[in-house]
Nanobody, 121 residues
Framework: QVQLVESGGGLVQAGGSLRLSCAASGSIASDNAMGWYRQPPGKQRELVASITSGGTTNYADSVKDRFTISRDNARNTVFLQMNSLKPEDTAVYYC???????????????WGQGTQVTVSS
């Protein structure tokens, strides 16, 4: 079983910064992608940023140049540095890990429990 434990959410004023962390444990395929999604109040969950085990990153247009995703493969941990935060960044942020199927290995996808980020104006 795989577990994802997030930390680092909280309340911050607009223009401030927060750093989210997510530690994954259990049977995790080495060739995976880890990412952060968010769900604003009353809206659907959306991708914020993702990073593969090889270091390839992908960002939502709304966070480019403000957020940075990174990871520590040895510790199966992913980070999200959030700078210049805006009230519209307010959401529950979820950590995700996913890997594709291979011969003898099924596809896997797991989610964290979510951490609240609130940005006041």
């Amino acid at each position: 079983q795989v577990q994802l434990v997030e930390s680092g959410g909280g309340l911050v004023q607009a223009g401030g910064s927060l750093r989210l962390s997510c530690a994954a444990s259990g049977s995790i395929a080495s060739d995976n992608a880890m990412g952060w999604y968010r769900q604003p109040p009353g809206k659907q969950r959306e991708l914020v940023a993702s990073i593969t085990s090889g270091g390839t990153t992908n960002y939502a247009d709304s966070v480019k140049d403000r957020f940075t995703i990174s990871r520590d493969n040895a510790r199966n941990t992913v980070f999200l540095q959030m700078n210049s935060l805006k009230p519209e960044d307010t959401a529950v942020y979820y950590c995700n890990v996913v890997w594709g199927s291979r011969r003898g290995r099924p596809r896997g996808e797991y989610w964290g429990q979510g951490t609240q980020v609130t940005v006041s104006s």
